[in-house]
């Protein structure tokens, strides 16, 4: 039997499963409280590729995401592990449709250079992917960013950012994610 309470589905951009996969979807799972659903790797998202920049758009990847999202999902998320660009951006981490339906992020810039963490096998990409997935998340329940420099909807301009806030909302950010839920469950 197909399990039909909402969820945000994840779509894997690339031939396997990646290794961060796990604690990405239970940190969603954690965050919007909604069920998580993972999708076959799809492998890479060719039809966005820039033969100029030899990066990906990440417009037309919300795009096909949103057209693809399956009817059990509020949202879908794509994860992928090429370096994504915006056209007015140079590259991005993640990108999302605010108040839509498609976000995407990615590890490649997130990767960044390795550290003495990396050698001690707690590599902070994993984090840094939760944290990008739950931000991007919340820009499609219509959250914008966030003065909290703790608060997860802080906006990250490069890795360190991103190390610094919490995988988590802040009480305000978090109030208005619940009035969204609400509202999105009732459509
Ligand atoms: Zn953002
Ligand atoms: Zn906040």
């Given amino acids: 039997m197909i399990d039909q309470s909402p969820a945000i589905h994840l779509v894997i951009l690339e031939a396997e499963e990646p290794d961060y996969l796990r604690q990405v ?17 799809l492998g890479l998202p060719t039809y966005a590729l820039d033969p100029v920049r030899k990066q990906y758009n990440s417009n037309l990847i919300l795009k096909r995401l949103a057209e693809t999202c399956p009817p059990h ?15 007015i951006f140079t590259y991005v981490f993640g990108e999302a449709l605010f108040q ?6 990615s590890a490649f810039r997130l990767r ?3 550290d003495a963490k990396a050698a001690l096998g707690c590599p902070p ?3 840094r992917m939760e944290k990008e997935a739950v931000h991007e998340l919340g820009h499609t329940f219509g959250l914008r960013h966030c003065l909290d ?3 997860v909807m802080n906006y ?7 190390d610094r806030k919490f995988p ?16 999105s469950m009732r459509e």
């Fill in 149 to 151: 420099p703790d608060c």
């Fill in 156 to 162: 990250s301009s490069g890795v360190q950012c991103a």
């Fill in 168 to 183: 988590f909302f802040c009480p305000a950010c978090r109030e208005l994610l619940l009035w969204s839920l609400k509202k």
């Fill in 100 to 105: 839509g339906k498609s976000a995407v992020i």
């Fill in 125 to 127: 990409l994993m984090n």
């Fill in 73 to 87: 999902a509020v949202k879908v998320l794509g994860l992928t592990a090429v370096d994504l660009f915006s056209p």
């Fill in 112 to 114: 960044g250079v390795p």
């Fill in 25 to 41: 979807a239970e940190s969603i799972q954690e965050q919007f409280d909604l069920d998580v659903t993972v999708g076959k790797p």
